[in-house]
């Protein structure tokens, strides 16, 4: 499930934490965190998943819900090589999701076929 969809005073603390209360199975609401720096980086000013440490290079790092509270979206300025700075966002939703209370970092498959054996 998109985390945003189940959560509530969803945060960035430190330009790289991403913290909300998140919805359990149950109903009830659970404090979540996930550092961001361990999914997403930098790769010459563009901001991109299954990297690191984005926000070593990063200013300026805003969260917002955008699109009539359906997209969850991190904004920043990433610097180049050469130093230059860029305007960039990643929707957070691509990517995190809320299973039972808790962040998870990756899509979780629909539908799962067991390899056939032969």
């Known amino acids: 499930m998109s985390f945003h969809l189940s959560a ?3 945060r960035i603390d430190d330009n790289h934490i991403l913290r909300a209360r ?3 199975e149950g109903g009830e609401w ?3 965190e996930i550092d961001l720096n361990h999914h997403l980086g930098n790769q010459d000013g563009m901001i991109h998943w299954d990297g ?4 070593h290079s990063a200013e300026n790092v805003t969260f917002s819900i955008e699109g009539g509270g359906q997209v969850p ?3 920043t300025f990433l610097k180049s090589v050469e130093g230059e700075e860029y305007a960039r966002d990643v929707n957070l939703a691509e ?3 809320n299973h039972d209370g808790r962040f ?3 899509k979780t498959p629909r539908y799962w ?3 056939s054996s032969g």
């Open 8 to 10: 509530e005073d969803i």
């Open 22 to 24: 998140l919805r359990t």
């Open 30 to 32: 659970r404090d979540a």
């Open 52 to 55: 690191r440490d984005f926000s």
């Open 73 to 75: 979206v991190l904004r």
């Open 95 to 97: 990517r995190i999701e």
């Open 104 to 106: 998870v970092y990756g």
């Open 113 to 115: 076929t067991a390899p």
